[in-house]
């Protein structure tokens, strides 16, 4: 099984972030034959045009997910640019891809939606996705819900490529990451960097508690049973809280006669206990930036062996090469 996955560097990875995608990225090196994880840099150029900005939010999150638990000797961790082949291999599937397929695509049927003004980068993000799938054989795709549609966008492309000019392609299967870990931003709402209510894996500790203690609660009593359904701090407290801890705060919801501030002071205790050993191996990787390019060079040189191969292929299969 070779499991494949990206995430774009528009900033700090939030909670949503690690308990939404990436602790399972980590739980699926062990589990993969092959693992391939990137820094999906090109991606973001269609949020992020400043040139600084995009060259640190990708080495830092290189850093994250090395401190975060991937392993470069048992997962393929690179830069999505470094590998050049995926782009050439984008063009190929380009010419092949309809219009109307990309316009039902969500990304872009929304943004259309709200009147927002949206280039061709976007249009054919979905492309530059499947060639990203497709260039390492990947049997396995990681994904959220909201983003089942592109792997069947990129089993559509394949198909295609594979029905005009023989097989070529491994067609993928999705894996739908755990959603059961509802990740609520400061707001209730999901969190998302768009919302600005995100939570940083790696905020400054104090700064972190005092973003927890300015969360919005409701006016109830103090001395009111409370509801923990639904309810942002008792969904946050789940994440980082041990069985123990959170089979506890049950009782003193059901129980009441407390303040929200006392929840708010566990939660930020948690979540400190949670994330010290991350931040300790974060610490250790970002003093030592060249080790960390090295990890990405070595991952960028695996990655466009792979990626070259399955290029070849496509070229040789559409008579691209070979002429």
Known sequence: MRVLSGIQPTGPFHWGNYFGAIQQYVDLQDQAAEAYYFIANLHALNTVRDREKLQEY?????????????????????????????????????????????????????????????????????????????????????????????????????????????ETFVMPKAKVLDSSARVPGLDGEKMSKSYNNTLAVFDDVKAQRKQIMRITTDSRPMEEPKNPDGDVLFDLYKLVATESQVADMTALYARGGFGYGEVKKALADAAETYFAEARERRAAWAARPDDVRDVLKSGAAKARAKAAATLARAQSACGAKGY
């Open 58 to 166: 990708t080495l830092n999150g290189a850093i994250d997910l090395l401190a975060l638990g991937l392993k470069p000797e048992k997962a393929v961790l690179f830069v999505q640019s470094d590998v050049p082949e995926v782009s050439e291999l984008c063009w190929l599937l380009l010419t092949g891809t309809p219009m109307g397929l990309l316009e039902r695509c969500v990304s872009y049927k929304d943004k259309m939606a709200k009147g927002l003004k949206a280039d061709a980068g976007l249009f054919t993000y979905p492309v530059l996705q499947a060639a990203d799938i497709l260039a390492y054989d990947s049997n396995i795709v990681p994904v959220g819900e909201d983003q089942i549609q592109h792997i069947e966008v990129c089993r559509d492309i394949a198909g295609s490529f594979n029905h005009h000019f023989g």
